[in-house]
């Protein structure tokens, strides 16, 4: 997602990023377990890529404690959040505190303000609890879910409802993507809106999620949970990647470049935008943002 973030945030647009709360790996678990609070990792990294501050501030902001007490790889922004989150109740009131704080110009809410455990059925028909531990299962899936009844942020219907244009961004399919999506209330929210439907495809598959996936895979995924809506318009990198930088990821990672399927993508009725999307600094594949904010653009202005 942090790709997607960057790309847009010099935009001139109006942009409303909405935060899935169920994340329950690392600080951000330990603080859910700790104070029954909805998930903050995920939006104080989205928080910390659309800050106009210094990137010395934000370097702060996304630090972490090395230490031998309870404060060990806790996030200070994490803290931030969650201190914010106890002090006004309210996850989205924190959110706009610190998006003042941040100098943040850009929309940011939480998909609900519940305290979510994101579940998971493998094709195997074992039951997976907790976002951390789908992640790690490395493992193919029936079905994602969710423990609790999700109340969606009534902002966040407005603001699909509103929009010229809806971005499913990249990321993990299962646990970063599906969160939204597996939630009644926005499945029909999308079918309702006017807006178009933008999918950014992964550039890399997932171990055990996605192994073999190409571009049309995660898009039938995706339609099967918006039908009769379709996905409009997918964008996917058609980079030429480096061989020593693939048998890293291949060895290390276990993770493949995402092919694209023009003849299945064209068979779906959607349309594909490619480009040489990928850079390779520091052996770490990652989308250039400023060439995906230009096909956005691109495409909005049309």
């Known amino acids: 997602m942090s790709g997607t973030i960057e790309s847009l945030k010099h935009l001139p647009l109006e942009v409303t990023a909405v935060i899935t709360v169920s994340d329950s790996g690392s600080s951000t678990g330990r603080l859910r377990r700790e104070f029954l609070v909805p998930a903050v990792g995920d939006i104080r990294k989205v928080l910390s890529h659309f800050s106009m501050l210094p990137q010395e501030i934000l370097d702060i902001f996304e630090y972490r404690f090395e230490t031998y007490s309870d404060l060990n790889k806790h996030s ?5 959040l969650t201190a914010a989150l106890e002090k006004t109740g309210s996850l989205k009131q924190s959110i706009e505190y610190m998006s003042k704080i941040l100098d943040v110009k850009h929309k940011v ?23 951390d531990q789908i992640t790690k299962s490395n493992q193919k899936y029936k079905r994602i879910f969710y423990k609790e009844t999700p109340h969606v942020l009534k902002e966040v219907i407005e603001e699909i409802l509103n929009a010229d244009l809806v971005i499913l961004s990249m990321g993990s399919l299962y646990t970063s993507l599906m969160p939204h999506l597996i939630c009644e209330e926005v499945q029909e929210t999308i079918k309702k809106t006017d807006a178009k439907i933008m999918y950014i495809c992964n550039a890399m598959t997932q171990p055990g999620e996605t ?6 895979n995660h898009l039938k ?16 990198s058609n980079s030429k ?29 959607c349309e594909l935008i490619e480009s040489d999307l990928i850079t390779t600094e520091t052996n770490q594949i990652r989308h250039n943002s400023m060439k995906l904010s230009s096909i956005i653009f691109s495409y909005l202005m049309r």
Do not use: C, W
């Open 76 to 80: 200070v922004g994490n803290l931030l």
């Open 109 to 131: 809410l939480p998909l609900s303000e519940d305290y979510l455990t994101l579940m998971a059925e493998t094709i195997e028909g074992n039951i997976i609890e907790e976002e």
């Open 211 to 216: 192994d073999n996936f190409k571009v049309s």
């Open 221 to 236: 995924i995706i339609e099967e949970y918006i039908s009769p809506r379709k996905i409009d318009v997918v964008i996917a």
């Open 241 to 269: 990647i480096e061989e020593d930088v693939l048998n890293k990821y291949r060895t290390t990672e276990q993770k493949d470049p995402v092919e694209i399927d023009h003849k299945e993508i064209e068979e779906l009725g």
